[in-house]
Every structure is written in C-alpha cells, then in structure tokens.
C-alpha cells in the first residue's frame, strides 16, 4: 500500500505537486494519468526518495521509503528506461543492484527470465532496442520481489507485442497481490489495463475512483439508433424528453434516455428498428472532458486566430 497525504513539491514559487492525498491499494492496478507536466513523475520520485516533499508525506506500507531497510525488498520501479550503464552488461548491472540489497545471483536470473531477457543477459545494454531496455528496466524493478510496483510510461516507444507483454505483467503483478501504480498516456491501453484511477492536474488531485465510474461519471451516453421511421421515432422520442441529432447516415443519436427507453417507445408505436446500440464515450473521452482545464500547454484549433 502506498499512501499520499498533503504530498507537495515546490520549486520556488511553482508548487508542481500540490497538496497531494491518495492511497494506491494492492491487487489491483491503479492507473495515474494526467495531461504532460502533471506531476506525475515528480510524486514517483518522492515515493522513491529521490526528491525530498516541501511538506506532506509518502509512505510505503507505512514506512517513508528512506526508512525501509531494503528497499529493493519493498518497492521496485521504472521511472527511465535509459538510465541504464550502456557498457555493463546486462546480467552485471543487476548484479551490481542484487548484491548491495542482499540478493543472490539466482534471483537476478530468476528476474532475467522473468523479463525475456535471459538470453541476451551477457550483452551490453548500449546496443539494446528501446523494448528490451524496458525489459531490463523492469528487470530491475522486480529484482527484490517488492509487494510495491511503480511503472512511468512503461510502455513508451514500444510495438504491439511490448504493450500486451507490459499489461499481462501488470495484470498478474496485481493478481498475486501486489500494489502496482503505472502511468501511461496511451488512454486505450490503461482501460485494459488499470481497475482504479488516479488523475491528476497541475499537481492537484482531479480524481480518484474506478475506471468504470470515471467513463460513467465524466462522460456522456447516448444510443444510436436505426428505423425506416426515423422521423416519427424521432418525434415520439422529442415529445418523450429525449433529445434527438439526425446521423448523416440516417440513424439517430439519442440522449437524455436509455436503450430500454428507446427500445420501449418505438415497440408501444409498433416501429420497426434496424438497430439500437448504447454509446458511451471511451476512456480517452472521459479523461479528455474531465482535464481539459489542466493541460498546460494546449494547441489552438487549427487555423484559430488569436
Ligand atoms: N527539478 C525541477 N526543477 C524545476 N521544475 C521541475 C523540476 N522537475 C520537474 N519540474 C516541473 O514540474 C512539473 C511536473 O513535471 P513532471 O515530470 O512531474 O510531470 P509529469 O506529469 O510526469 O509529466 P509528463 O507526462 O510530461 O512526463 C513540470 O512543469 C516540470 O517542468
């Protein structure tokens, strides 16, 4: 479990994380989004001790992290997949980590194989893809076997395969019990992923709930529908308290009833349906309508003038 309160971060007068109170629990994974400039990777790295809090706190199972006695025990994580030694090779640079926490050779292999990668673990990281530098990353993060789990941007830059990797990972880390906080911008990816949310704004907290409230809560839902009677439903559905837009493809979207609702009406009125789908909008949607006060630094429509 890790636990936020009044978590803060100033540099001078900007307080980039502000005010900051959350708890990640385990078994599940819980995704942290936020527009670019967040503050995301700052509250990362003041869990991980290596940025100091203006003030407030971050405890890892109960305990600030440079109070834990291994923390590669207690808490792995990949926050920069490059920060790697390019000229040591792969099986050294965990071995280098492994010995200074009190882990053994047989765990690093155990975590090489975890990770694919124990094949290519006498190569040089230098010459490693950006897929298999991630890998290596999480490597990392899982050497000591930590019940704690943070993941920034892991599946940054990588192909299809990399992605599907990152989330089975996630997905059984949390099953076996583990606290798992992952950040990501790929919205369609965390809604296969993540089962909680956290999303953040200029620093402060925007929400803190399941994934499949945050799409109902921020989100708006509607029902297509498709009728050889289109102008009567249409006008049955109006004078019923629905509001009705025409699709250029002659179906109707529908708001403000369900598709029970519509279904109903039209069987009362013996109208033929063609179709009749619920809507709601995606994840990406809902993340888009409930931040777009937080984006630091957005485009202007194109061709807006000033
Ligand atoms: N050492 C520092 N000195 C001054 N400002 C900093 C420092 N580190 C981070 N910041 C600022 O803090 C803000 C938050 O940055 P952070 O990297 O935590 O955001 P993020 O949510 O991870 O963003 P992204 O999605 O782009 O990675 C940014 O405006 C950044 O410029």
């Known amino acids: 479990m890790i636990e936020l309160r009044q978590l803060t971060k100033r540099y001078g007068e900007v307080a980039v994380v502000d005010g900051l109170s959350f708890d990640v629990r385990p078994g599940v994974v819980t995704g942290f989004l936020g527009p670019n400039g967040a503050g995301k990777t700052s509250t990362m790295r003041m869990i991980l001790g290596l940025d100091r809090p203006t003030s407030g706190s971050a405890t890892i199972g109960g305990r600030r992290y440079a109070d834990l006695p291994v923390p590669l025990r207690e808490v792995g994580a990949l926050l920069d997949a490059h920060a790697v030694h390019p000229r040591r090779t792969a099986v050294d640079h965990l071995l280098s980590l492994a010995y200074g926490n009190g882990i053994g050779r047989r765990r690093v292999e155990e975590a090489l194989g975890l990770v694919g990668l124990a094949d290519v673990a006498g190569r040089r ?37 990399g992605i599907r990797w990152i989330r089975t990972l996630t997905r059984s ?112 949607e809902a993340y888009l309508e409930l931040t777009g006060d937080s984006v630091e630094f957005a485009a202007s429509p194109a061709g807006a003038v000033s």
Request: charged fraction near 20%.
């Open 125 to 161: 990281p230098g010459g490693f893809s950006l897929g298999m530098k991630q890998r290596l990353g999480i490597a990392v993060a899982l050497l000591g076997d930590p019940p704690v789990v943070l993941l920034d941007e892991p599946v940054n830059g990588l192909d299809p395969e």
């Open 173 to 284: 880390l949390a099953s076996e019990g583990r606290t798992v906080l992952l950040s990501s911008h790929l919205m369609s990816e965390m809604a296969l992923t993540a089962d909680h949310l956290v999303v953040i704004g200029r620093g402060r907290l925007i929400a803190d709930t399941g994934l499949d409230a945050f799409v109902r809560s921020a989100a708006r839902q509607a029902v297509l529908v498709r009728t050889p009677d289109a102008p009567r439903l249409a006008s049955l559905l109006r004078e019923a308290g629905a509001a009705v837009r025409p699709g250029a493809d002659g179906g109707l979207t529908v708001t403000g009833m369900s598709g029970a609702e519509v279904g109903g009406l039209a069987g009362a009125h013996g109208i033929v349906l063609h179709e009749l789908t619920p809507w709601r909008a995606s994840l990406e």
